[in-house]
């Protein structure tokens, strides 16, 4: 079994900045790609930035510049610091992490989501 908590979110003014934190834990054999999702009310979830074990990331263009993904392999952790928050950036975040189980079965992992409020 495989848990994937997300902390870190809140309220912040647009400008502010927060950063995101989620770490995998279980029966985890290794992590390969990483992931920071977003969703607004009323919108489908979106991907916000990728990273994979090697560190290669990329992000959706409306956060490219403000957003920087980063992870630790040894700590099973990624994060997402923001910076220059603007209120459309209000959304639950979520992290996703494909995980390879000390069994070999390979599935996406899913944490409960955090609620970042940006306010205008």
């Known amino acids: 079994q495989v848990q994937v908590v997300e902390s870190g979110g809140g309220l912040v003014q647009a400008g502010g900045s927060l950063r995101l934190s989620c770490v995998a834990s279980?029966?985890?054999?290794?992590?390969?790609?990483m992931g920071w999702y977003r969703q607004a009310p009323g919108k489908q979830r979106e991907l916000v930035a990728h990273i994979t074990s090697g560190g290669t990331t990329n992000y959706v263009d409306s956060v490219k510049g403000r957003f920087t993904i980063s992870r630790d392999n040894a700590k099973n952790t990624v994060y997402l610091q923001m910076t220059s928050l603007k209120p459309e950036d209000t959304a639950v975040y979520y992290c996703n992490a494909q995980v390879v189980t000390s069994f070999q079965n390979k599935f996406d992992a899913w944490g409960q989501g955090t609620q970042v409020t940006v306010s205008s």
């Open positions: 279980g029966s985890i054999f290794v992590i390969n790609a």
